[in-house]
């Protein structure tokens, strides 16, 4: 009996554990993939800026 609450007890914190992993990793993935499309709105609005003064520059 004492074997099975020591068993349940490791169980218990190990899925807690993986738990807790799982959470911490989508949300580092969550966070990249907004810093990702924070990147390329600025890297478009770039583009269109030099484009726009490229034009400018040619007239």
Known sequence: MMLLIIFFGIAVTYYLFQKSRISRIEKQEYLR???NEKFDQLLDL???EDQAKSK???T
């Open 56 to 58: 400018n520059q040619n």
């Open 46 to 48: 770039a583009r269109k």
């Open 33 to 35: 993939e907004k810093k």
